[in-house]
């Protein structure tokens, strides 16, 4: 039986969610992990963990749209001074590396390599890329949407300019396996009861087919 919520459930009050909304925690939908670098105006390297993005084609182009990038956060400043930045994707055997950028996060800080990653310069923007993750995709800097005035998150949207890919990614089961994309599960949320599950990290465990599907569901 569906159950219809148009107003916060009273499992959320008097939770902090920390500036979300609560149905980001009652819905949960995954969306891919990465690590967005660039370099702050003192020449240091920016990395900050993302997972609020989306992909997408227009025409011959590709973009990627941060549905949320904190205004005081060294990620907006750098993106919008340098217009540039790399999209790095952690796979699981060096996400914690690159998860413990958050703790090194200071303005005179190489983020990068208080991490104990490793830094390499991007070939076609003004970013640097992190060596040990699978998949660099170089950037520019396109446009931002405010959601609302008094708001301290904006919309961000770069092109994809290059890719660098490792050659045992170019086989979708290496992508789409226990060491390809990482997805973010944000603190999964039981509207009714108010249980709640700890942030998880996922993966996508198997690919299957449109045509498997009408196999065994039928059309």
């Known amino acids: 039986m569906k159950k219809e919520f148009n107003t916060m459930p009273p499992a959320f009050e008097g939770r902090d969610l920390y500036g979300f909304d609560w149905k980001e925690n009652a819905l949960s939908i995954p969306s891919p992990i990465a690590v967005v670098t660039s370099y702050k105006d003192n020449g240091k390297t920016n990395a900050t963990m993302q997972s609020w993005m989306a992909f997408t084609s227009s025409g011959e182009n590709f973009y990627c749209i941060f549905g949320s990038v904190n205004k005081y956060c060294h990620m907006y400043k750098t993106l919008k001074e340098s217009k540039a930045a790399v999209i790095n994707f952690p796979s699981a055997d060096n996400f914690l590396a690159c998860y413990s950028t958050i703790q090194h996060n200071e303005y005179d800080t190489d983020e990068i ?25 170089e950037c520019e800097y396109v446009w931002e949407k405010e959601f609302s005035p008094d708001g301290f998150c904006v919309a961000m949207c770069v092109k994809v300019v290059n890719v660098v890919m ?15 994309y990482l997805y973010n599960i944000h603190s ?32």
């Not at 208080?114 to 923007?125: F, Q, R, Y």
């Not at 490792?166 to 390809?180: H, I, N, P, R, V």
């Open 166 to 180: 490792d050659e045992e990614y170019f086989s979708a089961q290496k992508k789409f396996g226990e060491l390809g």
């Open 188 to 219: 999964p949320t039981n509207p009714e009861s108010g249980e709640i599950t700890e942030t998880c990290v996922g993966v996508i465990n198997k690919l299957t087919t449109y045509g498997e599907l009408e196999e065994k569901y039928g059309k």
């Open 113 to 137: 390599a208080a991490a104990g990653l490793t830094a390499e310069k991007a070939s076609c923007v003004n970013a640097p890329r992190i060596k040990e993750c699978f998949l660099n995709l």
